[in-house]
């Protein structure tokens, strides 16, 4: 399964974030020059976290983002459901397939679906926090 960019994003904000010493601000353009990627993007992905709870922006001289929440309490499955438009790994209808009504594939398809998402429920951000990404992160501030 592919992630879109912006479950991407916000995981990559989110990790980033998620490193800094406690209330600790970042600005989005620092995320997106450190990970090389899209302002555009990363500008969005953002507001969606902040209209989610789980980062907050603080606007004006010295402002930034940071996280409102304990990592702990930033479950993974609950960012990819909220970021991914669609978790249906094939859709027969789209493209209409002589064979929809015999075949198993979709079955299949939803089952491996289910299964990576049973994998992703007991992880929380902090879960995937190591001093070994902080250390990095620090040192290429």
Same mark, same amino acid.
């Not at 001289?61 to 249906?88: N, W």
């Given at each position: 399964?592919?992630?879109?960019?912006?479950?991407?994003?916000?995981?990559?904000?989110?990790?980033?974030?998620?490193?800094?010493?406690?209330?600790?601000?970042?600005?989005?353009?620092?995320?997106?020059?450190?990970?090389?990627?899209?302002?555009?993007?990363?500008?969005?992905?953002?507001?969606?976290?902040?209209?989610?709870?789980?980062?907050?922006?603080?606007?004006?001289?010295?402002?930034?983002?940071?996280?409102?929440?304990?990592?702990? &309490?930033?479950? /993974?499955? %609950?960012? @990819?459901?909220? *970021?991914?438009? =669609? +978790? !249906? #790994?094939?859709?027969?209808?789209?493209?209409?397939?002589?064979?929809?009504?015999?075949?198993?594939? &979709?079955?299949? /398809?939803? %089952?491996? @679906?289910?299964? *990576?998402?049973? =994998? +992703? !429920? #007991?992880?929380?951000?902090?879960?995937?926090?190591?001093?070994?990404?902080?250390?990095?992160?620090?040192?290429?501030?």
């Amino acid at each position: 399964m592919k992630l879109s960019k912006q479950t991407d994003y916000a995981f990559r904000t989110l990790i980033f974030l998620g490193h800094l010493p406690e209330g600790q601000l970042s600005t989005i353009q620092h995320i997106c020059t450190y990970y090389n990627i899209s302002s555009n993007h990363v500008s969005k992905v953002v507001m969606h976290l902040v209209r989610l709870g789980y980062i907050e922006a603080i606007r004006g001289k010295g402002g930034g983002i940071r996280l409102c929440m304990p990592a702990k &309490k930033i479950s /993974l499955v %609950d960012v @990819l459901k909220q *970021f991914e438009t =669609t +978790l !249906k #790994p094939i859709d027969c209808k789209e493209q209409p397939c002589r064979i929809i009504r015999s075949c198993k594939l &979709k079955g299949v /398809l939803e %089952d491996a @679906l289910q299964a *990576f998402i049973d =994998t +992703l !429920k #007991p992880y929380t951000l902090a879960d995937i926090l190591d001093e070994e990404t902080r250390a990095i992160l620090l040192v290429d501030k």
